[in-house]
């Protein structure tokens, strides 16, 4: 059995040394073993040599602590450029990215809209759509949400000298 409580303190302490912040945690069952994932992020990016720091700072923590008694794979990483948001946190950090939100609407039918995030108050979102029109979502209406990479458009056209 695994303590969560003790795995979070872990996750949270090296965190603290590090600088760096949990995006999201996973634990699973893998075969005899577990799987455990954590996304980190710092305000600058991550680069894979922060993951590969975290990494051995928390599996030496881990293994020194006994904190996962079976056998068990960790696996760090950034969120991705285009990454799911799940708490208010996520939706406060992505305040002017593009994302693709799935919501219940006020008909309580699903809609997906796509737009940019221009505020979070309390519990509701404000998300400007692509055409243009402004969209009040209550986090707890939110089905499934992430943002999407938009590469900086670059003309096609070349000078010819």
């Known amino acids: 059995m695994i303590d969560k409580s003790a795995l979070k303190k872990s996750i949270d302490r090296i965190c603290d040394e590090t600088g760096f912040?949990?995006?999201?945690w996973k634990l699973k069952r893998r075969g005899s073993a577990h799987n455990l994932v954590i996304y980190i992020t710092k305000p600058e990016g991550v680069t894979l040599d922060d993951c590969?720091?975290?990494?051995?700072?928390?599996?030496?923590?881990?293994?020194?602590?006994?904190?996962i008694e079976t056998r068990y794979f960790l696996e760090v990483?950034?969120?991705?450029?285009?990454?799911?948001?799940?708490?208010?946190?996520?939706f406060q950090g992505a305040v002017g990215e593009y994302?693709?939100?799935?919501?219940?609407?006020n008909e309580r039918n699903h809609?997906?809209?796509?737009?940019?995030?221009?505020?979070?108050?309390g519990q509701t979102i404000?998300?400007?759509?692509?055409?243009?029109?402004?969209k009040l979502i209550n986090i707890s209406d939110v089905q499934k949400a992430k943002t999407?990479?938009?590469w900086p458009s670059t003309s096609s056209k070349t000078k010819k000298e």
Do not use: C, W
């Not at 809609?111 to 108050?121: A, L, M, Q, R």
């Open 52 to 67: 590969e720091v975290y990494s051995r700072m928390l599996g030496d923590d881990l293994d020194m602590n006994d904190v």
């Open 21 to 24: 912040q949990i995006y999201d």
């Open 148 to 150: 999407i990479f938009v």
């Open 126 to 134: 404000t998300l400007a759509s692509e055409n243009g029109e402004v």
């Open 111 to 121: 809609e997906t809209i796509h737009g940019n995030i221009s505020g979070v108050d």
């Open 99 to 105: 994302v693709k939100v799935t919501f219940l609407n």
């Open 77 to 90: 990483s950034s969120p991705g450029l285009s990454r799911p948001l799940f708490t208010i946190e996520h």
